[in-house]
């Protein structure tokens, strides 16, 4: 038997990848199970696995990677299971977990702590580090996986945050985000990677010892989720400071310090962004016409794009559009 077995990628966005043991007769449930889980949640020992019905063990995953991160929604009966020397040896990276409960109860145990939760809870657990879990009825959660390296030097302190509940304004905004993300259409290479960043940023901040998110982490955070948002609504001309805040969860004033610390304003940012798009596409020659090209990135005056273009780029867009260059990779957020 194989994981593979019972995995399916599903057209649409983001091309998910869906798991579901329901598919294999009663006896063997708990055996794809625990080998879904290790290929999806780093490999744990399944100690205990009850079918919440009577009919049954069931379960399932569904798995879509965004920017080398993996976001996992789960649903399954009641199951309890453990990390340890063994499953830890076998994990090929190092991963942090941040476990979000949708609905139901879960407790986490590492480090000498544990953790009980329920709906709205947020808990990060090492894969370095041995740990244990216990669901005890029907659970439906939300994982975020992340490469160690990359929320370490965010969390000095790491060893502090796992197995500890966390609740709080920060929680609420990466829960946000990962839902955004989940409901998005497929993204470019650019907005994949702001949408990584943005994650990454909001779970240091809602992940800071004891639960406490500090003020530059929290707006580290807003930074790079409003910069995310702004990738994938570049082409509405209404994008705006205030129509930005509102999508991020944020008030205007939160969102303008938060750029103000990145060294740049809001609008400064969208109208950066929208003209290296445009340059992009003309130079690529995705766009027929520099008409074509501001339209498409939220420029609703030619004569103003041609201007802002000129003052960026030192250029009229006309020169890229004749310029007898290949196609290039669109500019990385700054």
Do not use: N
């Amino acid at each position: 038997m194989s994981a593979s077995a019972v995995v399916a990628t599903e057209p649409g966005p983001g091309a998910d990848e869906r798991w579901r043991v329901g598919a294999f007769p009663a006896s063997e449930r708990v055996e794809a199970w625990r080998q879904v889980v290790a290929e999806t949640h780093l490999p744990w020992r399944i100690a205990r696995a009850t079918p919440a019905a009577g009919s049954g063990y069931d379960a399932w995953v569904r798995r879509r990677v965004v920017g080398g991160l993996s976001i996992l929604d789960c649903g399954c009966d009641p199951c309890a299971g453990s990390r340890e020397r063994p499953e830890i040896t076998r994990t090929r990276v190092e991963a942090v977990a941040a476990l979000l409960i949708l609905d139901g109860r879960e407790r986490i145990a590492q480090g000498g702590r544990v953790a009980d939760l329920g709906p709205g809870d947020l808990v990060l657990w090492d894969g370095a580090r041995p740990s244990a879990f216990a669901v005890p009825g029907r659970l439906r959660k939300r994982t975020l996986l992340v490469p160690r390296a990359e929320l370490a030097p965010r969390l000095p302190r790491l060893d502090r945050a796992t197995a500890v509940r966390l609740r709080g304004p920060a929680v609420g905004l990466f829960a946000a985000h990962l839902q955004a993300v989940l409901d998005a259409p497929p993204l470019d290479s650019a907005a994949e990677a702001a949408a990584a960043l943005a994650a990454v940023e909001l779970l240091a901040a809602a992940a800071a010892p004891a639960g406490r998110a500090e003020a530059g982490s929290l707006r580290a955070g807003v930074l790079a989720r409003a910069r995310a948002v702004a990738e994938r609504r570049l082409g509405d001309p209404r994008l705006g400071p205030a129509a930005l805040a509102a999508a991020c969860g944020v008030s205007p004033r939160t969102l303008h310090q938060a750029f103000e610390e990145g060294g740049e304003s809001v609008a400064a940012y969208v109208r950066r962004r929208r003209l290296e798009r445009c340059r992009d596409d003309l130079l690529g020659g995705r766009a027929a016409t520099v008409a074509e090209a501001a339209l498409r990135w939220g420029f609703v005056s030619p004569a103003h794009f041609s201007r802002v273009y000129r003052a960026r780029f030192g250029h009229p867009p006309r020169d890229a559009l004749r310029a007898d260059a290949g196609p290039t990779a669109p500019s990385p957020p700054r």
